[in-house]
Structure formats: C-alpha cells, structure tokens
C-alpha cells in the first residue's frame, strides 16, 4: 500500500536560516502530495500541494518539488522565522489502489525557530 | 464560511466505557472524513462517505468504532468499548469532492484512563 517517510526531527533552527525537511514515499499510479502544517494549539492547515511530476508547490515562502524518479517531495524554505514554528506533515492522495481523497500522512516533523 | 467543526474537544473516559465524537462539516461538502491521530505520529484515515454513503472503512476497528453519517451532513464516530490504546485526537475533515481540498476540524483530544 502507500505509505510516506519524513525525516527525523525534531529540527531546531535559528531563525533565517535554510530550512529542508526531506520526505519520500511509496505509492503506485501517480498520486497528488502535499504538505500540512499544525501551529501549535490549531488544527492541520494545507501548506502547499503538487499533483503531477516536475510540479512545484508553493506558498508562504515554502516550496517542494515533485520527483517521480526519486519518488520525493522535500520541503524547503530560505529562510525561516519563529512564526514557521510547527509541525510539518507530508501527505499523499491518489495513487493506485486507493480511494480518492484518502490521505496517507507522514510521522511529521517538528521544526522550533529561535530568534 | 465557518470550519468544520467537532465537539467535545476533550475527553477523558475510563477504559470500557463509551464515547462519542461529533462532527459538522463545511456546508456543502459531500465527503467526510474522520482521522486518529496518535501522539508522534501522523493521522491515520478510519473512515470516508461520500454523502451518507460509506467510501472506504478499512481501517476502522469494526468490533469496537462506529461511524455514521445521516442526511449526509452531521456525522458521529462513537467508539464501545474504549481501550488505553484509543487515546488519541479524533480529527474530522471534509471536502467538497474527494480530489478537492480537505479542510480540517479542531480535533477531539480522547484520553482513556
């Protein structure tokens, strides 16, 4: 079935600096990804999405690329603000075998600005 | 336009009791959806209609979760009886077709003692 790796967090930064959370997955067909992003004490939030190869996301000064043939979507920002503090999840919809809609999420990954 | 919306927000339960979550999603949005989310990890699809129909409930614990959605607006996932292992945030989301943008709930926060 599909399934999403996330990278290891948490990430802790200072701010404005370069930030790359790296996220893979398995899925069959060609399914849509995404990133969401919880603040604290909010709910999950779209961030930004990509629904076909070579597709860039963006949004908020986040970007992520769509990579069929390394079958990843890392997330980038150039350079983050204690207000990015949060949790990051990447997500997959589509694919074969699956119902349409159906998100299958990463572990997520906390990120914590400092000033 | 108002979110989707969940209630309680919190709730703490003893083990082999009974609790039930209610969802109101955006008006006019055909597809429901309700999550678990465990603490450390992402969330986890239990269940998605489509109207009052149900699309896909291969993940949810059928010995123990309900789910149903009347009139294809309001929706309640009831859980008898609760295990320590359900503790957890029960999200609801919903969007207007299933390949157009969820939109998520506030989540219940479940603690089972």
């Known amino acids: 079935g599909n399934s999403v790796t996330q990278m290891e967090g948490p990430v802790t930064l200072s701010e404005e600096a370069f930030l790359t959370i790296n996220c893979t997955y398995t899925?069959?067909?060609?399914?849509?990804l995404f990133w969401y992003v919880q603040y604290p004490g909010e709910g999950l939030q779209l961030l930004l999405k990509?629904?076909?190869?070579?597709d860039k996301g963006s949004n908020k000064g986040f970007e992520a690329t769509y990579r069929k043939e390394t079958t990843s979507f890392h997330l980038e920002k150039g350079s983050v603000q204690v207000s990015d503090s949060a949790v990051y999840f990447c997500?997959?919809?589509?694919?074969?075998?699956?119902?349409?809609?159906?998100?299958?999420f990463g572990q997520g990954t906390i990120l914590t600005v400092h000033p | 336009e108002a979110g989707v919306a969940q209630s309680p927000r919190y709730k703490i339960i003893e083990k082999r009791q009974s609790v039930a979550f209610w969802c109101n999603p955006i008006?006019?949005?055909?597809?429901l959806y309700w999550y678990q989310q465990i603490l450390g990890q992402g969330p986890k699809l239990l269940i998605q209609?489509?109207?009052?129909?149900?699309?896909?409930d291969s993940q949810l614990p059928k010995d123990r979760f309900s789910a149903e959605r009347l009139k294809g607006v309001d929706s309640t996932l009831k859980i008898q009886p609760a295990k320590l292992e359900d503790s957890a945030v029960y999200l609801c989301?919903?969007?207007?077709?299933?390949?157009?943008?969820?939109?998520f709930g506030p989540g219940t926060r479940l603690t089972v003692t």
């Open positions: 989301a919903s969007s207007l077709i299933p390949t157009y943008e969820q939109y």
């Open positions: 899925a069959t067909g060609y399914p849509s």
């Open positions: 990509a629904t076909k190869a070579d």
């Open positions: 997500a997959l919809s589509g694919g074969g075998g699956t119902s349409y809609g159906k998100l299958t």
């Open positions: 008006s006019g949005h055909a597809t």
């Open positions: 209609f489509q109207n009052n129909g149900v699309v896909d």
